[in-house]
């Protein structure tokens, strides 16, 4: 099996500083977490942004200050959210995109989430997805239900989007897609031809689902966005949660992917011609 590559999603938007001390509100933060998730094991950071009293902003210039902080901190990949929070603008959405960062998210559809709906309609996501192909910026699609892979496979009918790309499954989201085994294999079935997948389960799925991609071959993304817990009623560190993920794949004889690593794998650009 190809080395496991970990995202690690330390921030979000949905868990705010009162449920976690652990949340990294501020660039200078997302930049210590940054090198302790590296050290753990993790290839891949997925970043959003907060302001310092802790609620969501998607400006550009905090975008551009947490992407300094984690490169000054580290060699991961950075992935930005395009998915922001509920209710944000698609201007909101796409601004940070102008920074180039290495990779970010493009959901794939519509869903509910919780009881509001987080919005994706075909608009939107081709006006992501250009964006995204004219700015050379790597998607990761994010699915959250079934028929979000054959949105995906329509934008590519379309133009708007290239395929194969790197897919991440969000399962366990309440509104979409069950994070069961048998959900996870469904998905993998379906994919198009060549896409490499993680999975990201929510609340207490994020480890069984983990565990089921480092045996399947899949990749992982771990982090308090998804998961404050480490255990019932204990509060993880997000780089405890790589490492536990990274202890885990090892333990059962498969590598961990450097970033560098996790760069060929996903034909990124190598370090010395990106933009570090
Ligand atoms: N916060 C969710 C509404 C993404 O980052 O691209 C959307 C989200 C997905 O987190
Ligand atoms: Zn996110």
Redesign the pocket.
Known sequence: MDPLIITC?PV???VMPEQTPYLPVTPAALGETAAAIRAAGASIV?V?CRNDDGTNTHAVARFAQAYDAIRERSDLIVQF??????GMTAQQRSGPLELRPEM????CGSVN?GDEI?ENPFPLMRDLARRMSDVGVRPEL?IFDKGHLANARRLAREGALELPQHVDF?LGVPGGLEATVANLCDLVADLPTGCTWSVAGIGRAQLPMAMAAVAMGGHVRVGL?DNIYYSKGRLARNEELVERVARIARDAGRDVAEPDQARRMLRLPAVTESRL
């Open positions: 999603a979000g938007a949905e997925h959003h959210s395009t998915g922001g929070a509920i970010a998210t493009l959901t989430f987080f994010e969000v966005e």
